[in-house]
């Protein structure tokens, strides 16, 4: 098999290599999937430049979340998608033409999706859904008022945005790219807001500008968001581009009702992520997964790793692991 596969010396030196792999690498326990595409995260920008811990073992083959088709048993060809479960951390990963993974942490691709829309979508959407997730069931409906979506060209944010005005929200987008704000609002914002109003120190308590909040940034950007947060409102945070500290306060909590929910799109049990992945597919349709993706041949992942670190595209690229270019 072919993967790209982390390894770390004794003395600490570090590479990232696409290899043919021997497939008894994988063990034979679990279920075999002949893997179709992967994508590239942000977090495994991080782990194949070795510019953060993620991976905690070695060797580790990289890449959180994979497409395919059942290898074997009586469910052969089955088309499947897998992602989290510390895939490319503490579990071999999903750059690879075949992986092995417990059967319970493949989720049946809905229809009308193919693997190719199911990791267009990837952990990115997933976790955004999961979010949305999180508002709905807080009880925060359109009617509620406007929600904040932070790192609104980000791959959460994107998905985020979409899938909240798909769903009759008014959508309030930071981002720090001027340059997209016809982007945004063509996923349907309705308001654009400059990500320096929320990434500086702010006010413990602010206006109340927003029933809800989506934020993938964390830090001052979060903490500036639940202190806007209008009365019994919710925040679901589930990043930290900016950083992983909360410089906030109580009184938004306290005063306001205001509820931060956390968001785990790794470790999410199988109900959730089946809800999500069943309410992607009501909402999202493949010609609009396809119009904002781009396809990279398995030889291009690690320059895509770099070119998400430097946050030199948009939409979505996935990898054809199978693809030789």
Known sequence: MRAWILR????????????????????????????????????????????SPVVRSWPMIAGIDFAGNLADGPNAGQAVLA?????????LGALSTRARVPSDWLIPIPTPFGPLHAMAIGTAGYTAMLCV??????????????????????????????????????????????????FLKGLGASQIIDRAELSDKGRPLGKERWAGAVDS????????????????????ACGLAQGFDLPATVMPFI???????????VQAPREKRLRAWNDLAKLITPAEIEAATEVR??????????????????????IDVRAEG
Do not use: W
Request: net charge negative; with cysteine; glycine share 14%.
């Open 217 to 236: 940034v964390g830090s001052h950007t979060l903490a500036n968001a639940i202190a806007q947060t209008q009365y019994g409102g919710c925040v679901a």
């Open 8 to 51: 770390k010396s004794e003395d600490g030196e570090f590479s990232c290599q696409l290899e043919t792999l021997d497939e008894a690498m994988l063990g034979d326990e679990g279920q075999l999937v002949d893997v179709a595409y992967s994508t590239i995260n942000y977090k495994d920008g991080l782990a194949m430049a070795n510019k």
């Open 255 to 265: 005063l306001r009702g205001v509820t931060l929910a956390g968001v785990d799109s």
């Open 133 to 182: 997730h999180a508002l709905e069931d807080h009880g925060i409906t359109p009617a509620t008022g406007p929600i904040l979506v932070t790192g609104a060209t980000g791959g959460v944010g994107t998905f985020a945005t979409m899938l909240l005005a798909k769903m009759g929200y008014e959508v309030m987008a930071s981002t720090g790219r001027a340059s997209e704000e016809a």
């Open 297 to 318: 041949p398995m030889s291009q992942a690690l320059q895509a790793a770099g070119d998400i670190m430097a946050n030199r595209y948009k939409g979505r690229v996935v």
């Open 83 to 91: 992602n989290g479960h510390g895939m490319g951390e503490t579990r």
